[in-house]
């Protein structure tokens, strides 16, 4: 599969503040993107996806911002709250049906 | 409701013993997906089904296979597990039609003794 990494495998941040998660893919041709939250003991549930042609996408307390020139994508994480306290995945695909994830990042919450 | 159902949750087998984890979906969906998972690694895709299509990952070892009789059922067969093959085992679903995003199920976490 290809290559699709993250900068930072533990982010722990305080209750309240905002989150940054990034994610680094490898593969040009890929053109959409989904954001993952697991818990410990759970599969991966499904937080916000973006399609190549767009830039930016909001959800609920979550935007996903996408760089294609670099190749990054970012998932941002308003006001951190202890249940958002999880691993986070980035996984990418590229026209066909195989979605590859990404190392992962551990976000844990700090009270 | 439970939509991507995952059974057993906890299988332990035997060095070499074959074993197989099941997977059924409510939510028919056209393609279905086995991930490994392996402690703090992410997912790794072994193979897929689009229908009745197996789409198998090139460096998806041929211990490992699979069987889908059915829309709403597929199975991964582990024929001679290894000590390497302990894991979280992830089956996936998703539909080409309209969203596209995957649906996960709980997993199964495979013990070989």
């Known amino acids: 599969g290809e290559s699709v990494g993250l900068h930072l495998p533990t982010l722990s941040v305080q209750e309240g503040d905002n989150s940054i998660i990034n994610c680094a893919y490898s593969?040009?041709?890929?053109?959409?993107f989904i954001w993952y939250k697991q818990e410990s003991g759970k599969g991966p549930q499904f937080i916000i996806d973006i399609r190549s042609n767009m830039d930016k996408r909001q959800g609920q307390r979550v935007t996903v911002l996408l760089n294609k020139t670099v190749k990054h994508l970012s998932l941002q994480i308003a006001a951190t709250q202890p249940g958002d306290s999880a691993v986070y995945f980035c996984a990418e695909n590229y026209g066909g049906n195989q979605f590859y994830f990404g190392t992962g990042t551990s976000l844990t919450v700090i009270p | 409701d439970a939509m991507v159902i995952q059974n057993p949750r906890y299988q332990v087998t035997q060095f070499g013993k074959p074993v197989t984890l099941s997977c059924s979906q409510t939510?028919?969906?056209?393609?279905m997906y086995w991930y490994q998972q392996k402690s703090s690694q992410a997912p790794k895709l072994l193979f897929h089904y689009y229908d009745k299509d197996f789409n198998n990952e090139a460096d998806t070892p041929d211990n490992f296979q699979s069987r889908r009789p059915n829309t709403s059922f597929c199975f991964l067969d582990i024929r001679s597990p290894g000590l390497g093959d302990a894991a979280m085992y992830l089956c996936?679903?998703?539909?080409?039609?309209?969203?596209?995003?995957?649906?996960f199920g709980p997993g199964t976490r495979l013990l070989v003794l």
């Open positions: 939510l028919n969906h056209n393609v």
């Open positions: 996936a679903t998703r539909s080409t039609q309209g969203r596209e995003t995957q649906y």
């Open positions: 593969n040009s041709a890929s053109d959409y």
